[in-house]
């Protein structure tokens, strides 16, 4: 018979700040901050954020991240904006 040990057990966050969201998406947190920014300025994204825009869903943001930099996302950006990035 074995006998197993656990070390450590890893509890995913429901919302997430900039720190832990920029540890879980193996970023920083200054790169996670922008990213919410970018979130609040587009109006559909910044209706799934919580307290503010200040937390995020953390399936919310994997979808994000997959979603920026494609044409749609830049057309969207500009028109929110009115610039490009």
């Known amino acids: ?10 509890i995913a966050s429901l919302l997430l700040n900039d ?7 193996s970023l920083s ?3 996670m901050g922008i990213i919410r920014r970018e979130m609040q ?5 910044n209706s799934q954020l919580f307290n503010y825009g200040r937390l995020m869903d953390g399936e919310v943001v994997k979808r994000y991240l997959a979603y920026r930099g494609t044409e749609e996302w830049k057309k969207e950006y500009k028109k929110a904006t009115g610039k490009m990035k």
């Open 41 to 45: 300025k587009i109006p559909r994204w």
């Open 29 to 31: 947190p200054s790169e």
């Open 19 to 25: 720190e832990t969201g920029a540890q879980a998406f």
């Open 1 to 10: 018979m074995e006998v197993y040990t656990v070390k450590k057990v890893h």
